[in-house]
């Protein structure tokens, strides 16, 4: 291509997203170190210990996010690519609707199932338990990553599980595996790179995400929470964007480990 | 045999199970925004009152997540379109940096991004108060998503020798773009289309700090409602969000579903990801 016509049809995009994202990023790079402390806000995430039990709370919660997505959505992602019943689709369809709710609406999901008037609730308390509501705290945020990134991880596995070779699990079988050693040797391996890629994305999502934590409560100490309040409430305009590159470094981390192990990886946050 | 039955009951409930906990709360929330006393339950009767409510109080709220929606898509459309093309021809270094540089505004939390735009422009008082301040950020957003999408299908085919062709045969550029390049990516536009209002109708992580109590979108107004008033209300505006986003959402699945690469006479669909 002609290079005038190259740098013709970049410039509305280029000047687009320099005026809009990279001067202000550059920008938020400097205000960081203009707090008292200077550029050692930077290392504020690690040094002080109240964001470093708030980085703590969200990789944990980011982490368990991961593992159970995962793990729910490897099941069933797997059994419906594998088998075709009556209502198969509309299954489907109703396991992917969810996919792009954005996160408030996620929370308000959360406390219709785990708040005070929450079906959970009405369930134990049906069987003479206690009412659990756990819609306010860290389960509930987890719950909420979950409900949010099960869709999109289903869809990835599904599409995974698709170009698996049934005849190695036949194989496998006929030498006497039983169906878990099949699962381990077999099936997890193959679905790798579809596991790391969504699992990333389910990372990501989990560690940036803003609007979940915000419905359900604002008790919770997730570094976007932190973040948040230390713009508005202390309007501490250095800190949180000091603390706003740390948490960007570590969402882009993830994505970029995952996309050197595996193919593409997009990430959608409400 | 009776093991494999056994296995393959199990999952089946386990599937359903996931279903539910996916499921039944939306169907809980449209059930509670219907419902004249949530607390009491459904015996309360049935009544539209919530509903008209939200909409008499928030009405405007939705006009302005669907103008800026459309304001995305049509701005998506218009930068995204020539990129995608930019990079399905030049597939050199340089074009996968700029791939790469455009995906950062959804990989960094959205809170950064947005704080950035306050830092920059926050001082123009017309642009912070106006809702342009909040298209920006939701172009930023879903513009790597329209070239994704336009990108994935125009690398399937052969553009060079297309182009060539009609280009020996005496069309320019401009007409080769118009009768070459849009009609072999219209499903790649349609599928990023939808990907673009969907996301920007749902975006919440950047408005809320984008947003000033005169640009208020729908996410904003629900984060508003689930915080202050009445849990009946935040369901009839849950409802009225799920009302909107539905038909896109089913949509966007339709789009996405014939799978495997089908070669008709004419065009080729391509696979789509999203």
Known sequence: MPRRQFL???????????????????????????????????????????????????????????????????????????????GRAALVAAMTLPLAFPGVVVGFMVIMLAGRQGIIGEVFTMFGGERPIFAYSLAGLCMGYVYFSIPRTILTIMAAAEKLDPRLEEAARSFGATPWQVVRDVILPGLRPALISAGAICFATAVGAFGTAFTLATRIEVLPMVIYTEFTMSANIAMAAALSFSLGAVAWLALAVARSASGSTVAAAG | MQHGRFLYGLQFAFTIAVCAFLVVPVVMSILAGLTVNYFVGLESGLTLRWVLEVWDGYRDTLFLSLGLALACLVLTLLLGVPLAYLLARSRGRLARAIEELLMLPVAVPGLATALGLIVAYGGLAGFRTSAAFILVGHVLFTLPFMVRSVLAVLSVIDLPTLEEGAASLGAGFAQRFRDIVLPNCRNGILAGALMVVTLSMGEFNMTWLLHTPFTKTLPVGLADAYASLRLEIGSAYTLIFFLLITPLLLALQALARPRRTVFAERDSSAENDS
Do not use: C, K, Q
């Open chain 1, 8 to 86: 013709l049809l970049l410039l509305p995009a280029a000047l687009f997203f320099s005026a809009f994202f990279l001067l202000p990023m550059a920008r938020l790079f400097f205000i960081g170190a203009s707090g008292e402390s200077g550029w050692l806000a930077y290392l504020a995430i690690v040094t002080d210990a109240n964001y470093f039990r708030a980085l703590w709370t969200t990789l944990a919660v980011a982490a368990v996010t991961t593992v159970l997505t995962l793990a729910i959505s490897s099941i069933a992602g797997v059994f419906l690519e594998r088998h075709r019943f009556p």
